[in-house]
Nanobody, 113 residues
Framework: QVQLVESGGGSVQPGGSLRLSCAAS????????LAWYRQAPGHLRTWVAT???????NYADTVKGRFAISTDTAKNTLYLQMNSLKPEDTAVYYC???????WGQGTQDTIAS
């Protein structure tokens, strides 16, 4: 089973940017669908964005136009570029397949003044 490890979280002010990375244990091009999810404090985990092996991308309405999902097949890494961040984007972010397998530790993003 593929293992995915997230990194790149941090604290930024509203309007700032962060880029999350997700390192895969297998060739990322062999995975049909990869996705980012997030879990805000006191809320259930929700889907954020998906990228398919054919590079089709899809986004939740709450992040559309602000977030961009991408892959680097040479590095076997999935990315999430997050711009124009809002306090409501504060969450633990997870990468996984779609549908999801086992969950990793995630990476905490905090957006606050």
């Amino acid at each position: 089973q593929v293992q995915l490890v997230e990194s790149g979280g941090g604290s930024v002010q509203p309007g700032g940017s962060l880029r999350l990375s997700c390192a895969a244990s297998v060739k990322i091009s062999s995975i049909d669908r990869l996705a980012w999810y997030r879990q805000a404090p006191g809320h259930l985990r929700t889907w954020v964005a998906t990228i398919t092996s054919s590079a089709f991308r899809n986004y939740a309405d709450t992040v559309k136009g602000r977030f961009a999902i991408s892959t680097d097949t040479a590095k076997n890494t999935l990315y999430l570029q997050m711009n124009s961040l809002k306090p409501e984007d504060t969450a633990v972010y997870y990468c996984n397949t779609l549908p999801p397998g086992d969950w990793g530790q995630g990476t905490q993003d905090t957006i606050a003044s």
